[in-house]
T-cell receptor, first 112, second 115 residues
Framework: QKEVEQNSGPLSVPEGAIASLNCTYS??????FFWYRQYSGKSPELIMF????GDKEDGRFTAQLNKASQYVSLLIRDSQPSDSATYLC????????????FGRGTSLIVHP | ETGVTQSPTHLIKTRGQQVTLRCSSQ?????VSWYQQALGQGPQFIFQ???????GRGNFPPRFSGLQFPNYSSELNVNALELDDSALYLC??????????????FGSGTRLTVV
């Protein structure tokens, strides 16, 4: 089992809809969780950070963390074509490591 | 405040050759991490440098080596290039290697093609 798993997609949603991206992790003791956005041919860009159970909102983005079920989600409200990108989940696993493990990313396509 | 800069942006090398990639970290960041990203995959951790010392290494062979300089800039060296080394190489800097609360600032990457 991979340590950080994401469905590669693509996830296709219409403009204005809510896009829901999921990430599961294998290490129950995992702590900090990050979401990065990567446009095609570009480098990843940090968009969200969450470490507590529950929701964290930043503009149209909401990160949801459920440590008991070992998943973290990213919701994008009012999706826009400019949100079309690959979304990478990064998790700090336990074991004393201060180096995050990245998932393979989910490709999101928002069509007009 | 400048971001993370990487050079070169693109590179074509022949199998068996050696390559050096360079990275300047964001101002105030003392930690640099290098990642390899193959097409359609997530970034794979190569190694991290903190205050000029290697602070962690991923599952990459010894022909991948690195350095960090006193100004926190860094180099990634790859010897005896193989076709599978073709990928996007990402440099990322962060405020501290001793915290799980800081995200990474990535450079624009170096696209390496080995032929």
């Amino acid at each position: 089992q991979k340590e950080v798993e994401q469905n590669s997609g693509p996830l296709s949603v219409p403009e204005g809809a809510i896009a829901s991206l999921n990430c599961t992790y294998s290490d129950r003791g995992s702590q900090s969780f990050f979401w990065y956005r990567q446009y095609s041919g570009k480098s990843p860009e940090l968009i969200m950070f969450i470490y507590s159970n529950g929701d964290k909102e930043d503009g149209r983005f909401t990160a949801q963390l459920n440590k008991a079920s070992q998943y973290v989600s990213l919701l994008i409200r009012d999706s826009q074509p400019s949100d079309s990108a690959t979304y990478l989940c990064a998790v700090y696993l336990t074991g004393g490591s201060y180096i995050p493990t990245f998932g393979r990313g989910t490709s999101l396509i928002v069509h007009p | 405040e400048t971001g993370v800069t990487q050079s070169p942006t693109h590179l074509i090398k022949t199998r068996g050759q050696q390559v050096t990639l360079r990275c300047s970290s964001q101002s105030g960041h003392n930690t640099v991490s290098w990642y390899q990203q193959a097409l359609g995959q997530g970034p794979q951790f190569i190694f991290q440098y903190y205050r000029e010392e290697e602070n962690g290494r991923g599952n990459f062979p010894p022909r991948f080596s690195g350095l960090q300089f006193p100004n926190y800039s860094s180099e990634l060296n790859v010897n005896a290039l193989e076709l599978d080394d073709s990928a996007l190489y990402l440099c990322a800097s962060s405020l501290s290697a001793q915290s799980r609360s800081y995200g990474y600032t990535f450079g624009s990457g170096t696209r390496l093609t080995v032929v």
